[in-house]
């Protein structure tokens, strides 16, 4: 009887100890549940595994992005701050935004508060030696290319031909000027362009710099349009396709082909090995699977689209979302080109507003934006159904970034952060 006495209370000791632990899993622990701060640290640093810059990594596709469907001025606001006039992307890494303002500014941003960080300006005079400014600066703004950035570094490039590198406290890691020819009437619009050890900028000449320390690697003579170069893989060689349809040959800035299409305003989008080309001559054109010093690409279709199209278009699975700058908006087939929905948007504010940002999509929702400020919200199909409109005061030709469910967008003068409260 003590022998069973004592097995029972073992077990019952036992059973005790597995109540209260299993209790303990149960109950909410402390900081157990995770922060908005803490969300958005772990979502930020999976997007810092790849460089983000314009339109995120260039497609303007934001997968695992699941921002809200409605905000204005006064809802879903998780912050505003003003940071100056500008159409560059802000661009979210790690727990910072950056973005650039006009004149000659990079600011960086606290991602959940909105709060100034550091900024700094872009001067030939802060330049070593404080050489001469070769007068390129335009009437219609210096800051328009987005910025790009590892997670552990960004870099910004501006119109009037200078390019720089700071860590994220901010600490300049170096700063270079160029007097190269400017090639586009309405100043520099083109983001630099990121891959492995390398930055791409496309001046007017396309350069290539040691993204660690701002040496000159190579230049050559792929013209440069108001696109930036899409980064592309031929077999295993890292390439970029030009706005004007050449493919450079990143190692050493070989040109292994050229004229394979063109876009004026917009950029190239590439998706499985695939080129698009969305413009009124419209192109389709497939990369080889093996790269050599001179390659042969296949044109799989060309197409008239009406219109001009300074937005960049999304492409995703079978189908390409485009808008020109007049709201008309079409849904293509990827692999035909065929012309599956033609129609126009009816945008509110209409008067002098033009579709000037490009497509994003965020999750499994369209957002298409003019620079009044109005955005809609279209479901991802060819029926183009309208399932949001949403607007902020102004506008701006900024195209949104998104992490997990926030945005950020520009409005005129001030950058919101639009997500849940």
Known sequence: MKWLASKLMKSFLVLLLL??????????????????????AKESQAAAAHPVGWRGDGTGRFPSARPVMKWSANENVRWKTEVGKGASCPVVSGQQVFITAEPDLLLCLDANTGKERWRKHHRFSDLPGSPKDPGQSTQY?????????????????TGTGIVACYDLDGTRQWIQGFDLPLTTAYGRTASPVLIGERLLVHFGPLVCLNAATGKLLWKNDAEASYGTPARASVGDTDVVVTPKGSVVRVSDGKILASD???????????????????????????????????IKCQELWSVKLEGDFYASPVVEGERIYAIDKSARYYVLDAKTGQTLLDRTLEFFRTENAYVYPSISLAGTNLF???????TFLLEQNEQGKVIATNSLPQGSGSTPAFLGNRMFVRSGKVLYCIGPL
């Open 260 to 294: 394979l299409g063109n876009c004026m305003y917009s950029s190239p989008v590439v998706r499985s090995n695939v080129v698009y080309f969305l413009e009124g001559e419209s192109t389709a054109v497939r990369l080889p699977g093996q790269a050599t010093d001179q």
């Open 19 to 40: 109540t209260v632990k299993i209790g303990e899993a149960a109950a909410p622990q402390p900081g157990a549940s995770l922060t908005n701060r803490e969300n958005l």
């Open 368 to 374: 298409l934006g003019n620079d009044a400020g109005e």
């Open 141 to 157: 703004g210096d800051m328009t290319p987005t910025p790009v950035s590892d997670g552990r570094f960004v870099w910004v490039f």
